[in-house]
């Protein structure tokens, strides 16, 4: 029903800014909730950061809050993750998701995910 593909991830420095985007197919971007998840070597998944369906309304993980923002353009099925003030503990592969339902960290699980990208923030 949904398919997503991210982009935008590379090597950055410490202090540096990077733009990620989550392309969804078809003309559906607008029913869906979506985030962003991300997993560091050796640690377990991690939530980011979500955007209800109409983007009334945001959330973040403690981690980012500050720095990240997400944001989401409907007219062009695309997700995006400003991430500023990058530090080496950023470094993971991020995942784009999406569910027909709100979700968070804490509130539900989203069923589409797309293939990742990788970020890596140097000292």
């Known amino acids: 029903q949904v398919q997503l593909v991210e982009s935008g991830g590379r090597l950055v420095q410490a202090g540096g800014s990077l733009r990620l985007s989550c392309a969804a197919s078809g003309r559906t971007a607008s029913n869906y909730a979506m985030g962003w998840f991300r997993r560091a070597p050796g640690n377990e998944r991690e939530f980011v950061a979500a955007?209800?369906?109409?983007?009334?309304?945001?959330n973040y993980a403690y981690s980012v809050k500050g720095r990240f923002i997400i944001s989401r353009d409907n007219a062009k099925n695309t997700m995006y993750l400003q991430m500023n003030s990058l530090k080496p503990e950023d470094t993971a592969e991020y995942y784009c998701?999406?569910?027909?339902?709100?979700?968070?960290?804490?509130?539900?699980?989203?069923?589409?995910w797309g293939q990742g990208t990788q970020v890596t923030v140097s000292s």
């Open positions: 998701a999406a569910d027909v339902e709100y979700f968070s960290g804490s509130y539900g699980y989203p069923t589409y």
């Open positions: 955007i209800t369906a109409s983007g009334d309304s945001t």
